[in-house]
């Protein structure tokens, strides 16, 4: 579908890029993504993808908003506490952009309904803060092969991953799952309910999940698929390894 005039003037800074441009721009409006929380890194992610026209946003949490959300959740405002945070969103990201469609799942993700919620999606950014929907979503993108945009934070540290092993690398090799990286939950997981992090960080990692996202869709730049990037806040310092495939993870070790 061509770009309107409207729609040329909103997104004219992507449109200038020589790697998005109206082909980008266009994919960008046509695809589907799920937001797997929104709190601390879902709040910025959500505030860019609908900025950016992503078409189709998804939002998946169960949770209200408190006031100690908002020293990071830059989503939400003062007056809003209490309020369901998907219904919060929608009425934001709505305002920001009446170009895309926001669907509210007013849930947490588990494994049983975990495919039933990404099925009609193409990508799933991942910003929760716990392990137990980290797996679910991720065992769930393994079996429907969608690209899984992961993003984590605690104290003055950040994560940021993208898992594809639905993909194969320059030698064949399929890239790893989430599971590969972490197999079981660790013992003894902090969350930022009880650990604490600095505001900005979740503003630093959220952002670059959104940045990921949005050269998935495109196909712009180097894809940071089997790669993760360790962010430390205190020291400024940024960190790229490549993760290795488990043959005998129990999520995508069966995938031929
Ligand atoms: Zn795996």
Redesign the pocket.
């Known amino acids: 579908m061509a770009l309107t005039d409207t729609q040329l003037e909103r997104y004219a800074r992507h449109i200038l890029l020589r790697e998005i441009g109206g082909v980008g721009q266009q994919k960008l409006l046509a695809a589907k993504v799920l937001v797997i929380g929104a709190g601390g890194l879902g709040a910025p992610s959500l505030l860019y993808l609908a900025a950016a026209g992503v078409g189709t946003i998804g939002i998946v949490d169960d949770d209200v908003v408190s006031l100690s959300n908002l020293q990071r959740q830059v989503l939400f405002a003062t007056a809003e506490i209490g309020r369901p945070k998907v219904e919060a969103a929608a009425a934001r990201l709505g305002a920001l952009n009446p170009d895309v469609r926001i669907e509210t799942y007013r849930t947490r993700l588990t494994p049983a309904n975990a495919e039933e919620l990404i099925g009609p999606y193409d990508l799933v950014l991942d910003g929760c803060d716990n392990f137990e929907t980290r797996f679910a979503a991720n065992d769930a993108c ?1 079996r429907l092969g969608r690209t899984l945009v992961s993003g984590a934070i605690g104290e003055f540290d950040g994560q940021i991953a993208v898992f594809q ?1 639905q993909r194969r690398d320059a030698k064949g090799e399929r890239l ?2 989430y ?2 990286f972490v197999p079981e939950p660790p013992e003894g997981a902090a969350t930022c309910t009880e650990q604490g992090v600095v505001g900005a960080l979740a503003g630093v990692i959220g952002t670059w999940t959104a940045l990921e996202v949005v050269k998935e869709i495109t196909g712009f730049g180097e894809s940071l698929g089997g790669r993760l990037v360790l962010f430390d806040g205190l020291s400024a310092e940024t960190r790229k390894v490549r993760l290795r ?2 043959p005998e ?1 129990p ?3 069966g995938l031929p």
Do not use: E, I, L, W
Request: charged residues 25%.
């Open positions: 393994v092993p790893p799952c599971r590969c495939r488990d993870c999520a995508c070790g």
